[in-house]
């Protein structure tokens, strides 16, 4: 089984590392997540399609509720945001666990580098209230757009655009999820709206969270 190595710093500072910070992964949710969209789709789903609108599910679950759906480690690269333990499943690659892999290969299989494909019903038992909440916002809201103008709408948030410049230099970069609370400066969908003393709520949760999550590692 690969891991990917990735280095933390000794003392890290909350508001700073909260980016390179990795949460408890939750695969069940991540896989039910890509199935629910692969099931809206009529059964098969572009990955990328698939990825971003997950990408939408958290930003507004973020926004909204204080935490991602999937906890997951948000990587920008060239064609936007991308969960990256998400994109694990989605392809069944091998730096999966083989514990996550057996459970998502239950669900959905890729068909190729580019289709997802949904084998049975989602199990909704893995997912709160909130979770389906913010799944159906992203597929309401978005799952009307192919994945290359999913793409184009994901650069226009934050969280993407901060990163940009560097990836001239770089093929990914890591997602600071404390710019998720941020608002895009187009007119896009927001992805749930906050006062200025909400985003402050919110950006001290996720502190919180980064605080709690650095104890137990």
């Given amino acids: 089984m690969k891991k990917r190595l990735l280095s ?27 199935n629910y969209f692969a099931q809206q ?6 990955k990328m399609k698939a990825l971003k609108l997950i990408y939408f599910a958290d930003r507004y679950h973020l926004r909204k509720y204080g935490r991602l759906i999937t906890n997951d480690n948000y990587l920008a690269m060239e064609h936007g945001p991308v969960p990256s333990a ?12 083989d514990e996550h892999k057996a459970y998502s290969l ?13 084998l049975r019903e989602p199990d909704n038992s ?15 809201n978005f799952g009307h757009y192919d994945q290359f103008e ?6 226009n948030y934050p969280e993407w655009l901060t990163c940009q410049e ?10 600071d999820l404390l710019e998720f609370v941020q608002d895009p400066t187009t007119n896009v969908n927001k992805c749930f709206e906050l006062s200025k003393k ?17 104890l137990w590692r």
């Fill in 126 to 140: 893995v997912l709160s209230d909130s979770d389906v909440e913010a799944l159906r916002f992203a597929w309401d």
């Fill in 150 to 155: 999913l793409r184009d709408l994901t650069h």
């Fill in 166 to 175: 560097d990836l001239d230099n770089a093929s990914c970069l890591p997602m």
């Fill in 41 to 46: 789709e009529g059964g098969q789903v572009n």
């Fill in 198 to 214: 909400d985003k402050s709520i919110r950006r001290d949760q996720l502190t919180e969270l980064a605080h709690i999550e650095s």
């Fill in 106 to 118: 239950q669900f959905i299989k890729p068909l190729d580098n580019l289709v997802l494909s949904s």
């Fill in 8 to 34: 933390k710093p000794k003392s890290p500072d909350l508001h700073s590392t909260i980016h390179r910070l990795h949460f408890n992964f939750d695969y069940r949710k991540a896989t039910q997540a890509l």
């Fill in 86 to 97: 998400s994109k694990d499943i989605a392809e069944a690659n091998d730096y999966l666990d």
